[in-house]
Nanobody
Framework: QLTLVESGGGLVQPGGSLRLSCLGS????????IGWFRQVPGKEREGVAS???????KYAGFVKGRFTITRDDAKNTVYLQMNHLEPEDTAVYFC?????????????????WGQGTQVTVSS
């Protein structure tokens, strides 16, 4: 069974940090483009960051240098390090795999999704 499982979400104060993990099972994450997305109720899922098989990276404009996407091939895991978190970052965060690393981070480019992990930024 081919799956993606996110972890690492939780409650953090504004200005704090979290590291999300996306563990792949049944396939090698390094063979795919991996993206992080987030979604709040009533809004469309939006791209946050993506990483290519060659570890090229892209970020959404709102990241503003606060987030970093990396991959650990030995652990078959992609991480999203999030620093300087703001209340507006509150959302369910998903990771997804896609066949191609595109110039923009759109959900339509990704076909396999995890269940998501909740991130809440609040004092």
């Amino acid at each position: 069974q081919l799956t993606l499982v996110e972890s690492g979400g939780g409650l953090v104060q504004p200005g704090g940090s979290l590291r999300l993990s996306c563990l792949g099972s049944g396939f090698t994450l390094g063979d795919y483009a991996i993206g992080w997305f987030r979604q709040v109720p009533g809004k469309e899922r939006e791209g946050v960051a993506s990483i290519s098989p060659r570890e090229n990276t892209k970020y959404a404009g709102f990241v503003k240098g606060r987030f970093t996407i990396t991959r650990d091939d030995a652990k078959n895991t992609v991480y999203l390090q999030m620093n300087h978190l703001e209340p507006e970052d509150t959302a369910v965060y998903f990771c997804a795999s896609g066949s191609f690393f595109m110039s923009d981070i759109q959900a339509a480019h990704f076909s396999r999704w995890g269940q998501g992990t909740q991130v809440t930024v609040s004092s």
